[in-house]
T-cell receptor
Framework: AQTVTQSQPEMSVQEAETVTLSCTYD???????LFWYKQPPSRQMILVIR??????QNATENRFSVNFQKAAKSFSLKISDSQLGDTAMYFC?????????FGAGTILRVKS | EAGVVQSPRYKIIEKKQPVAFWCNPI?????LYWYRQNLGQGPELLIR????????DSQLPKDRFSAERLKGVDSTLKIQPAELGDSAVYLC??????????????FGEGSRLTVL
């Protein structure tokens, strides 16, 4: 079975600080993609960042970056300089057989 | 550019009644997805369309769920009859190409269904 594990159901961070959301997954494929999606309260889901498994370099998008450990099947999201607008549910989403499989999500609350 | 539009945003029905959800994808997006998101969980794929063709409906409970995408644009998802366990948010998404790894999915705001 294709699994995605987000071990942190909820997290809190102070504004301007850094937070890391963890994710582990399981796949037998060698080439695949990984995504983090963000779902703000009562708003639509949007893509935060994407990583190609064959690329060694970790993806970065402004304040968002990933730590991709292919051998360990780990894909964590780091948010630097957290802002109130980062408050949302974050989903780790690997691609399995051309399907996106969403984890259970981590609720992140940014406090002022 | 207009995003993915879904309606209704909220629907409350009694069990055994029918319900339908409508989705208008982003113009030019050939691929359309319906997901179901239970409370506190990640979305699960119900069906994927490439233009008018349903290319992946393996997770769609076909005894009570049906979907259509006429003319390869708008789509409707129907449940008949609804059961208590169908209470969830139904998300529609679209993308310009069918492989998710070559492009992001664009989601609508969802239709929240409550079955009493």
């Amino acid at each position: 079975a294709q699994t995605v594990t987000q071990s942190q159901p909820e997290m809190s961070v102070q504004e301007a600080e850094t937070v890391t959301l963890s994710c582990t997954y399981d796949t037998s494929e060698n080439n695949y993609y990984l995504f983090w999606y963000k779902q703000p309260p009562s708003r639509q889901m949007i893509l935060v960042i994407r990583q190609e498994a064959y690329k060694q370099q970790n993806a970065t998008e402004n304040r968002f970056s990933v730590n991709f450990q292919k051998a360990a099947k780990s894909f964590s999201l780091k948010i630097s300089d957290s802002q109130l607008g980062d408050t949302a549910m974050y989903f780790c989403t690997p691609e399995y057989g051309n399907k996106l499989v969403f984890g259970a999500g981590t609720i992140l609350r940014v406090k002022s | 550019e207009a995003g993915v539009v879904q309606s209704p945003r909220y629907k409350i029905i009694e069990k055994k009644q029918p319900v339908a959800f409508w989705c208008n994808p982003i113009s030019g997006h050939n691929t359309l997805y319906w997901y179901r998101q239970n409370l506190g969980q990640g979305p699960e794929l119900l069906i994927r369309y490439e233009n008018e063709e349903a290319v992946d409906d393996s997770q769609l409970p076909k005894d009570r769920f049906s979907a259509e995408r006429l003319k390869g644009v708008d789509s409707t998802l129907k449940i008949q009859p609804a059961e208590l366990g169908d209470s969830a948010v139904y998300l529609c998404a679209s993308s310009p190409v069918w492989r998710p790894n070559t492009g992001e999915l664009f989601f609508g705001e969802g239709s929240r269904l409550t079955v009493l």
